[in-house]
């Protein structure tokens, strides 16, 4: 009969106040299926938190299984603090003895242990040490551990007087194994002796840790000890070098074949070009399909139809089967050489070329039987119920051009009836379904050849989270509950725009969302983790609180937060106002905006208000105060473990590399929650987040961060230097003149962020382009990508040149080179 053992957890934490509880929360596994999650509260004897957690008795046979845990700080049972994302890891050999004792460490997050992890630790060290988790089993007697994350340009080894530590001889020193951010070796016999750690650098020069001895004591039983960090007489954790790469929409792609837009196989040129200057990242904005009206309202990237389904824009037609052999290929070939050599995208004439060349092609595939195709039957078969969503979708979009979502048939009544009979509405669906299938079929095809491409060249392709999907959406129609289609999502007036902005997709209904574990958060991860290893999270902000404005409503102003905590009748009395006559409904002038739970909400920017200075100056003067007390302290506490809850919730759903786009007006708190998450910030260079700084400096860009001359959003590098004053050029020289060169230029700008500790440089193509002047003849107001002001704008800007032509721009090559390769570690790669 096997014995139940048990694991007896200790770790040091001290607290100032019994309101604070330590609260153990783990997850185990094993490969046959078994998954068990726990939340159990520790206790506190003296100044160590303990708590005893007997095994289930089913995983005492064979094989092993996974032990993953974290631990977390309450305060009246709400979450408070959380260690770094990565969690404890341990591999469990059963049988075991009855205790196992885990003298454990609290893990705060860090930068550096982003460096540790995919997909970052690759470009920094091809050559990193082999990682193997800690694995437990009854030969084990100790083993002890350090957490010592980026210790990757050397080996670290335990030396100490016993024979088994190599008594004392460095030769014979024991090298220590890799499980993720610990560093840890495993005594199979009791010992009772005393120890030092040693780092070998790539030099074959050994250091010994500074400090007296350390003593290893086995206990009664197993013990895995987790001891504090070696000092060691050298820098071993700053970041060797930045990592840079090149953000440009697909769409803005040209090669002098392309067929009037930027398409995946256009992409496949530009990793050419990237790995030619050794930069690492390709990063994108969405490209999702946003087909819905059929006008050029349909170019902005971020209102999309769909979480899952690619823009039939980006496929690259001439690799679909038959098009060589088409006899309308000539005359494609002639439209299409006409539409690339206009200077922007015509959207709309291209989408319906490409179209045109789909549904030749297609009918031609089918009546060949492509659709019975191993191949093709397996894609439908492990995409799933997103593809039949999307597919169903556009062929009601398609059937019905004027018709709200709203007014969709119910997704499972269309489903069903497809499934049954495969017709929709009655109407026979089978080619308009296959059509859809047959283009995301091609499309994921040519995404995951660019995916492999760039994994083979060690660049990251960063993808694009939009915050919001479309009103007239998949995924509205068929998850109803999870929106709040009677508001539009927007921001309020920021840097971006003075009056404000309405995005026009709904918001979500977070409640539902929760209650489902952010499924549908976790699933739109897990499936761009398929093709990307980094996403940018658009507007992070959103998951802190969501600028909301009621749908109908023109003026973003007369929008709220959400969450937000209003003030009652009675709080606002306390305060010396009655919200008679300030909140009255429709009027454009009224003060106090009022709920649905009759909680009362100042307007934002109510300086601007002319109604203001009508009012008396005392009425005026308390107004105002609660304005700065609600938008800048009263909601911090709330916004901020709404942001803990909400993200944490999603991240453990993918391995890929989360960078937050955190601009505009921030709560205090986003700071520390992307460092508690270990996502990278966002810093551009004239946007600082201290509200009284006019330019980021360089000393208050952190490690964890993505930094950048402008974003697409922005005028472009050229465009913003040609409106600076003489003054701001001064200072921007004080700041960023590292080269010594007078006067300041965009090129030197751009050399001087190398100089910051920001993990990312990742800039426009546009403004790489100045540090050769390629591009220079274009006016910078052309290479705008948008305009966020403008609700009506069109996303259609194509880079001026070919991607061939920059290619051959050497000087531009050497110079990016330079930058990057000034602190690579691999001038070879």
């Known amino acids: 009969m096997n014995r139940t053992a048990t694991l007896h957890f200790e770790i040091e934490y001290h607290v100032s106040s019994p309101d604070y509880s330590l609260v153990w929360e783990g997850e185990i ?51 408070i603090r959380y260690e770094a994302p990565a969690p404890h890891t341990l591999i469990i050999n059963p049988p075991l003895g009855e205790d196992v004792r885990i003298k454990d460490r609290w893990i ?28 437990l089993d009854a030969l084990t007697v100790t083993i002890t ?11 670290l080894f335990v030396c100490g007087a016993s024979e088994p530590l190599g008594a004392w001889d460095l030769s014979r020193s024991v090298p220590l194994s890799r499980s993720g951010d610990d560093y840890y070796f495993v005594s199979r016999e009791e010992v009772d002796t005393e120890y030092k750690f040693v780092f070998r650098l790539e030099d074959g020069t050994y250091l010994w840790e500074r400090g007296d001895n350390r003593w290893l004591h086995s206990s009664e039983g197993s013990t895995i000890h987790f001891v504090h960090p070696p000092d060691f007489d050298v820098a071993l954790d700053q970041l060797s070098h930045q990592l840079s790469g090149t953000v440009l929409p697909l769409f803005s792609l040209r090669t002098d074949r392309s067929f009037g837009v930027g398409d995946f196989d256009d992409a496949l040129l530009l990793l050419e070009w990237l790995k030619e200057t050794r930069q690492t990242v390709y990063q994108l904005l969405p490209i999702y399909d946003t087909s819905f009206t059929g006008t050029l309202a349909d170019t902005y990237p971020y209102n999309s139809i769909t979480t ?20 309308e290929r000539d005359r494609w070939e002639r439209e299409a050489l006409r539409l690339n050599a206009l200077p922007t995208v015509a959207y709309t004439e291209v989408l319906d070329l490409k179209w045109e060349v789909i549904r030749d092609i297609f009918a031609r595939w089918y009546d060949a039987g492509g659709h019975e195709t191993q191949e093709y039957r397996s894609f439908l078969e492990e995409e799933g119920e997103d593809l039949m969503a999307y597919s169903l979708f556009c062929v009601l979009r398609d059937r019905h ?28 669906a089978t080619s308009e379904v296959e059509l859809h299938n047959f283009v995301q079929y091609h499309l994921y095809r040519q995404l995951a050849i660019l995916s492999r491409r760039a994994k083979e060249y060690s660049i990251l392709l960063k993808g694009d989270l939009p915050i919001g999907v479309g009103r007239n959406s998949v995924d ?35 409640e539902r969302m929760r209650a489902d574990e952010y499924r549908w958060w976790r699933r739109r991860l897990s499936t761009m983790e398929r093709y990307f290893s980094a996403i940018r999270i658009d507007h992070i902000l959103g998951f802190f609180r969501i600028w909301s404005v009621p749908r109908g409503e023109t003026d973003p102003c007369l929008g709220r937060f959400v969450p937000a905590l209003g003030y009652s009748v009675h709080e606002l009395a306390d305060r010396g106002i009655s919200p008679e006559g300030l909140d009255k409904a429709g009027d454009p002038d009224r003060v106090l905006l009022k709920d649905e739970d009759s909680l009362y909400h100042p307007r934002v920017m109510l300086s601007r208000l002319p109604l203001l200075k009508t009012l008396d100056d005392g009425l005026a003067q308390r107004l105002m105060a609660l304005h700065d007390e609600y938008f800048y302290h009263r909601n911090e506490s709330l916004w901020r473990q709404t942001a803990i809850e909400r993200i944490r919730g999603l991240m453990s759903a993918s391995r890929m590399l989360l960078c937050a786009e955190d601009l505009g007006m921030l709560p205090h708190s986003v700071s520390e929650v992307l460092s508690s998450c270990e996502i990278l910030s966002l810093e551009i260079l004239r946007m600082p987040k201290s509200p009284v700084a006019s330019i980021v400096r360089s000393e208050d860009i952190p490690t964890l961060s993505v930094l950048s001359t402008s974003t697409h959003d922005m005028p472009t590098l050229r465009g913003w230097w040609q409106e600076r004053s003489e003054r701001e050029r001064t200072e921007l020289e004080t700041y960023y003149n590292t080269s010594g060169e007078s006067p300041l230029t965009p090129a030197g700008l751009i050399s001087a962020l190398f100089d910051s500790a920001a993990l990312f440089v990742i800039l426009p193509l546009q403004d790489w382009c100045v540090l050769s002047g390629y591009g220079s003849d274009v006016d910078p107001k052309s290479e705008r990508i948008n305009i966020p002001e403008d609700p009506r704008h069109i996303w259609d800007y194509r880079m001026s040149g070919s991607i061939e032509a920059l290619r051959a721009d050497e000087v531009l090559k050497e110079r990016i080179k330079a930058l990057t390769h000034d602190k690579s570690n691999d001038p070879d790669r």
């Not at 899952?308 to 006899?327: C, E, F, I, N």
């Not at 979502?405 to 026979?428: F, L, Q, T």
Request: hydrophobic share 35%; glycine share 6%.
């Open 29 to 79: 596994s094993s490969p046959e299926g078994y998954n068990e999650r726990r939340a159990l509260s520790m206790q506190l004897q003296g100044k160590c938190w303990h708590l005893s957690l007997e095994l289930p008795e089913q995983l005492h046979g064979e094989g092993s299984y996974v032990l993953s845990y974290n631990y977390l700080l309450e305060k009246e049972g709400v979450p």
């Open 476 to 510: 509205v129609w068929v998850s109803p509950h999870l929106f709040d289609i009677g508001m539009n999502a927007g921001a309020p007036p920021d840097a971006f725009s003075a009056n404000g902005q309405i995005w026009g997709f709904p918001t979500y209904n977070w």
């Open 145 to 155: 551990a350090v957490h010592l994350p980026h210790l990757l340009t050397g080996q």
């Open 308 to 327: 899952y389904g690619l823009h039939p824009l980006y496929l690259s037609v001439r690799d679909l089967p038959y098009y060589s052999t088409s006899v």
């Open 108 to 135: 705060d997050p860090s930068p550096l242990h982003r460096l540790n992890q995919y997909p970052i630790a690759p470009l920094l060290h091809p050559k990193s040490d082999e990682v193997r988790p800690i694995t």
């Open 401 to 428: 051009p004027h018709r709200e979502v709203v007014d969709y048939p119910p997704y499972a009544m269309v489903r069903r009836e497809w499934e049954e009979v495969r017709s929709v509405e009655g109407k026979d």
